[in-house]
């Protein structure tokens, strides 16, 4: 089966003719009346946290039909805020469609505008990133005790809830639960956590038989209508480490899917990791490419063209 992702520009920013509510790292977000958001995923891609000077072409593609997958396997579990991804069905004019095609197609969505919690839900089944460096410092990971001597990147017997707050700007903090509770209220802060690590469980179980351990993931829940409501992006590369499960071995770090190839590039710069970024090299860029692209055929099973095999 064929996709409809297709070569396309790579973009890098979007100027719509809307009003612009944010800029995220990676997605533009406009207001559309005044319950709706367009979200648009640009190409941008961030390492580090610092936002790099270079678009990946397809990125932005990948990521927004990997949510929109995720959405479809998910559509039965909880309420989402999807209205729709099929831009001549936005209610926008045929002018606007025509002219900003490029800046919209397989990238955009159209979704209700929620009220999103002030925290972010973590989900680890494998301790890694800030996991790893708090249980090597306190043994503990957002208030969960740990059993003494875990490896590094080791599976947790059953998936934790690692809430940390929203940082506007800047690294987000590890919370435990009772500070969840405290930010978004008892009710709410134990649906989040519920649905999440359900929401996880079955969603690396079927990205494991496709080959890829979700090592962790984040989701975003927002209030709407006063019920909690999946929003955001889903499962995605960016807002989970995906490892390729035949390469996985505990004890030691593990080779990521996709950043893996930019991050090592950068290492071996003399770079501060501050703003402004380094320019990546052509091929740097390809490989990264090819990467998001390997991930979205194998979770979906659809075969799509790199810009590389599309100009062969
Ligand atoms: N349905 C929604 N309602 C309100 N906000 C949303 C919704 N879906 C996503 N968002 C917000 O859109 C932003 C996505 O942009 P992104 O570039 O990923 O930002 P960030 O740099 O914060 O990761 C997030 O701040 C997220 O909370
Ligand atoms: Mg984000």
């Not at 805020?81 to 955009?108: K, N, P, Q, V, Y």
């Not at 469980?201 to 989701?219: M, N, P, Q, V």
Request: with cysteine.
């Amino acid at each position: 089966m064929v996709s409809d992702l297709d070569k396309g520009e790579a973009i890098l920013e979007t100027h719509l003719p809307l009003p612009r509510v944010a800029v995220g790292k990676v997605r533009d977000i406009y207001g559309v009346g005044t319950d709706k958001l367009l979200i648009v995923t640009t190409d941008r891609l961030s390492a580090f946290d610092v936002v790099l000077p270079n678009a990946i072409p397809m990125k932005g593609k990948v990521l927004n039909q990997i949510t929109l997958f995720w959405l479809e396997y998910f559509k039965d579990v909880l309420p989402q805020h999807l209205i729709t991804a099929d831009m001549d069905a936005m209610g926008f004019s045929r002018e606007m469609i025509s002219h900003f095609r490029h800046e919209l197609a397989g990238r955009s969505v159209l979704v209700k505008r929620a009220e999103p919690l002030a925290i972010e839900c973590v989900v680890r089944g494998y301790i890694t990133g800030s996991g790893w460096k708090d249980y090597l410092a306190t043994g503990r990971v957002c208030g969960h005790k740990l059993s003494p001597g875990m490896k590094q990147c080791q599976q947790f017997p059953e998936p934790i809830f690692t809430p940390s707050t929203k940082a506007k700007t800047g690294h987000d903090i590890n919370i435990d639960f009772g500070e969840a509770i405290r930010i978004v209220g008892k009710d709410i802060a134990l649906q989040a956590r519920d649905l999440s690590i359900l929401l996880y469980k079955k969603g690396r179980e079927y990205a494991a038989s496709k080959g890829i351990l979700i090592a962790d993931t984040k989701f975003e829940f927002g209030m709407h209508g006063g019920k909690l409501m999946l929003i955001d992006e889903i499962l995605t590369p960016d807002s989970s480490r995906f490892w390729p499960a035949d390469r996985y071995e505990a004890g030691h770090d593990q080779p990521s899917f996709d950043k893996q190839i930019v991050r090592n590039y950068l290492e071996t710069l003399s770079w501060d990791k501050r703003p402004p970024a380094p320019e990546l090299p052509p091929d740097i860029i390809e490989k990264t490419t090819a990467a998001y692209c390997e991930i979205y055929k194998r979770l979906s099973g659809k075969e799509i063209r790199t810009p590389k095999q599309e100009s062969l």
